[in-house]
């Protein structure tokens, strides 16, 4: 047997379903498409739901996959062991009532012994304990001697998610040898040791369950193959684990590179080494799909996974940024089935390097706030640390339990590692409730679920604004119905329409529907699956009804702006990218005949500068009055062009292409002008932060430029109306009043500072003596803090070397002054120390340097025990 790579795998599957009528997709994105109960797609078949349920038509009945999943739910084992992981590929191939058991079991025996090589007599079937059909198949198609073949319960062999479809299994092991072996005389198929390890998985796909434990037969029987890629490779090339398979090795062995370490060694490196390695796929691989470390949702599963590499990079020894390093290692050894890697290589780094960066200073941070949390405890006597503080540095710092348990341990602590299981369930319980409820399939149940799944619509928009078409379907809010009366709310879908549905950040259009008597006010577009599109609105007058013939007219200026509008976000983007680099990608839009808005992934707030120049050039395109272009053309050849693709979208074997001039070359679906000229005017209103590595520009074109110079110009009137200027005038106004304030101001500071010494008086008579220190500890009337400030440095230089406390109130508020001279500091006076003695008398807190310090507080009652307080503590901190 031939020692296959990982790659060679990967395409040999492919290829040998591909040869037996499969048609092969291309990877779906990690992240899950209208499905709510998935954070991550996390097996091959999670995305292909809608067909297997019969929602949507499968481009072929046969189908085949290499899936890219990662699932976290035992993410705290992930390098303890050399058999746990987040990211994994599954290998799938998938009947849509097309084929069933007989084809599915040879077809997975051919592969494994014809086409891979593995030894016959080293593969042991099993099956589900009631399915006959499938032990017969095994033994006498396929040979398999009865004994061989092993028949496992429901836990086992039996796939099934709450309600909807399920089925038995039948899965392959491979006997891996004794090496691997527990070494017990029973040692066989089902042990937990790694000697027969499972590598493919026949889910048929024959039941529909009721939620209530009821099975009925289905009557299109679907097939539902996984095996994991990785784990293949392991006994293809008989290595112990999925960290020594050729690609994913190539990963650790730069990690032992970098880290100066040897793998094999230790096994704390170990753990880490797996972890880093592991992580990086992970993380890498989320990022190529456009997801981005945030504190919620998928964002957050990143964060935690860059920030655990991140960490176990540090228990290495690693002390500078290293996480870019490793991921060039996994796009390299990943790009063959993967290119998406290669191309948003430079948006993965920056935003590792990035994430790393703010790990580093938040890890710190919680350093710090767990020496603080030592220190408390040493004070107290105690010797573990609450779960519940154990539960915020893990929470707000990123700091992982282990970590915590490690520091502490070594300076004998312990941690309640109960209460902060108890704190992580409170959280988990928080994060279910938050979940949305949904169907089998993960999305919210709608009435289009009973639309019959074949039906669609062509969309004729592109070259027209108004055409006939017939209506296919109608429903409320509740059912599917055959009629809409006036006054109803509802939805019509029919076989052609000219309204654009809200897609690609371009809202949906509005306008009418007219037939007969009978009009119906479109006030949104959806897409429905299928490619149906449905018209959501209300009926004016009359009645329609199912198969009536309508005209579908679109609201030609809305359209109109709004094609302007998202033309504009095409040259927008390749402004910032000029500008502020290739790694700005698009992470949202929304375009509607008001406005645009475009959200790109970028680190910092843009300059002014850098604004400017990205209207710069956004109006020289639009000046330059390029054509605007559509071409129908492969994936493979729009890729060529070097045309922008969003972040996981799914594209289909043809795509369409929007060219303007030699400018802009973006794959899109979207309506748009005819030329750029046809855009008039750019202007960007305003510049912001929506979350960590995201940026927003809002803007407007054409007429909504002049609405905003209109208004603008209306402000600056009525400003200058209020100076008694003209808006000419306005700077030369300015100039004067800042003058004049700046005079009034200087006048003001001067008669306070006067008041304030005059409230005061002559104090110098009060002044004591305490252990050899002169001391001036008084109260004052109605002076602010800087009053207070002013007056201190008057009297310190009055008093020469002593201590100076003043207190006064104003506006309900107390203000303390503290001053210690540099004698009275070498005998012990500690103007920080003191204050924060005293300001408990007043209600407030402060504190500050030796020499100076100030406090506030809300109770100026408190104010003659403060002063007289003055004394006592200062001579505690002299003695």
Known sequence: MKAYGVNEL?????????????????SFSLVPKNDNSLLLINAGMAPLKPYFTGQEVPPRNRVTTCQKCIRTGDIENVGKTARHGTFFEMLGNFSFGDYFKHEAIAWSWEFLTKVVGLDPDRLYPSVYQDDDEAFEIWEKEIGIAPERIFRFGKE???????????????????????????????????????????????????????????????????IDTGMGLERLAVVVQDVDSIFDVDTIKAIRDKICEVAGVTYGENYDTDVSVRVITDHMRSATFMLSDGIMPSNEGRGYVLRRLIRRAAR????????????????????????????????????????????????????????????DMEKEMAEKGVKELPGRDAFRLYDTYGFPLDLTIEILDEKGFTVDQDGFEKEMEHQRETARKARKTTNYMGADATVYEQLDPAMTSEFLGYDALTCDGVITAMTTDTEVVSELSKGMQGT????????????????????????????????????????????????????????????????????????????????????????????????????????????????????????????????????????????????????????????????????????????????????????????????????????SGV???????????????????????????????????????????????????????????????????????????????????????????????????????????????????????VFLVAMVTDAAQKAGAHAGNLLKEIAGCVGGGGGGRPNMAQAGGKNPDGIPEAVKKVKEVLKNQIS
């Open 492 to 691: 019509i879908v029919a076989d052609q329409t000219t309204f654009y549905a809200t897609s690609g950040g371009q809202e949906a259009d509005k306008g009418v529907i007219l037939s007969d008597d009978a009009s119906f006010e479109v006030e949104d577009v959806i897409k429905l699956s299928g490619g149906k599109i449905g018209h959501v609105g209300h009926v004016v007058e009359g009645t329609f009804h199912l198969g009536d013939k309508a005209v579908f007219h679109v609201d030609e200026k809305n359209r109109r702006l709004a094609q302007k509008n998202h033309s504009a976000t095409h040259l927008l983007q390749k402004a910032l990218r000029e500008v502020l680099g290739t790694h700005v990608e698009q992470a949202g839009s929304l375009n509607n005949a008001q406005h645009l808005r475009f959200d790109f992934t970028h680190f910092s707030p843009m300059t002014e500068d850098e604004i400017r120049r990205v209207e710069e050039i956004v109006n020289r395109e639009i000046a330059a009055d390029l054509p605007v272009k559509t071409q129908i053309m492969s994936i493979e050849d729009a890729k060529k062009t070097g045309a922008m693709a969003l972040f996981g979208e799914k594209y289909g074997d043809e795509v369409r292409v929007v060219s303007m001039g030699d400018f802009s070359v973006e794959l899109c679906g979207g309506t748009h002008v005819k030329n750029t000229g046809t855009i008039t005017a750019f202007k960007i209103l305003s510049e912001t932060g929506v979350a």
């Open 312 to 371: 176990h990079g540090r228990l290495l020894g690693i002390n500078h940024l290293f996480l870019t390093e490793i991921s060039k290692v996994v796009i390299h050894e990943s790009k063959d089935g993967y290119p998406e890697l290669e191309e948003k290589q430079e948006f993965i780094f920056n935003h590792l390097a990035q994430e790393e960066k703010q790990f580093n200073k938040t890890i710190d941070q919680g350093l710090s706030i767990l020496a």
């Open 156 to 222: 086992d062999n039996f796939w099934e998610h709450g309600a909807g479809p399920c089925g038995p299994c039948s899965e392959i092991y491979y006997d891996r040898g004794e090496k691997y072996g527990c070494g017990k005389p029973d040692c066989t198929v089902g042990c937990d040791c790694d000697r027969y390890m499972e590598i493919w998985n026949n889910v048929f796909t024959q039941f529909e369950n009721d939620g209530h434990g009821n099975y009925t037969e289905l009557e299109n029987k679907n």
């Open 695 to 813: 940026r927003r520009i809002e803007a407007v074109t054409d007429q909504g430029v002049f609405q905003y110079y209109h208004q603008v110009e209306e402000e600056l009137k009525e400003a200058a109306s209020m100076l008694k200027s003209t808006p000419a005038g306005m700077k030369k106004r300015i100039e004067s009043l800042l003058s004049e304030v700046k005079a009034l101001k200087s006048e003001n500071e001067s008669l306070k500072s006067k008041l304030a010494k005059d409230a005061l008086g002559d104090v110098m008579d009060e002044v004591t003596e305490v252990e050899g220190v002169k001391l001036l500890a008084t109260a004052v009337e109605d002076v602010d803090m800087n009053g207070l400030r002013e007056l201190g440095d008057d009297l310190k230089e009055k008093l020469g070397e002593g201590v100076i406390v003043l207190a006064s109130s104003k506006g309900g508020k």
């Open 10 to 26: 990967r395409r040999m599957y492919l290829e040998f379903f591909e040869s037996k009528g499969h048609l092969a997709l291309k």
